[in-house]
């Protein structure tokens, strides 16, 4: 179990602070597992290789790649400008962190798949791959520096 973040604003003349303190991290994942009902059990995947794997594709990769590769295209045409507050790898980390798509995928597996027992599978690949695109997000973020930083 990890400590609360204390997180801190500050107004631009600097006179007043506001302290907010984040739940910690365990709280929300547990909160949403809970309410989406998902069974972690073996028998929710059998039979459902391919679907789960496509789940966690898009993900951990589509939903990365395509944040990093428009933002590199849009930056390449002129049509943006990359700021050098961050660096392209705290860019990559923002990318995978985008793959914890947990609510809006539910909402989509539910409207998507009729079959019980491939909505059971789909939860569950959403599940794994929310907890492994935030522990991605974590390392890539870990020690990044920014671009003015490095």
Not at 59 to 80: D, F, H, N, Q, Y
Request: aromatic letters at 6%.
């Amino acid at each position: 179990m990890s400590l609360p973040t204390i997180l801190t604003a500050r107004q631009y003349d600097q006179e007043t602070e506001i302290s907010l303190l984040a739940y910690p991290p365990p709280v929300l994942p547990t909160f949403a597992l809970a309410n989406a009902g998902v069974v972690l059990s073996a028998d929710a995947l059998d039979g459902h290789g391919l679907l789960v794997l496509a789940i966690m594709t898009r993900l951990m990769l589509g939903k990365p790649l395509g944040l990093i590769g428009a933002s590199k295209i849009a930056v390449r045409t002129g049509i943006a400008e990359k700021l050098g507050a961050y660096s392209w790898r705290q860019h990559a980390g923002a990318g995978a962190l985008a793959g914890i798509g947990f609510t809006m995928s539910l909402f989509i597996a539910g409207q998507a798949f009729s079959s019980a027992s491939e909505f059971a599978a789909a939860k569950t690949a959403i599940l794994v791959a929310s907890v492994s695109a935030r522990t991605i997000g974590a390392i890539i973020l870990w020690n990044a520096k920014s671009s003015s930083e490095a």
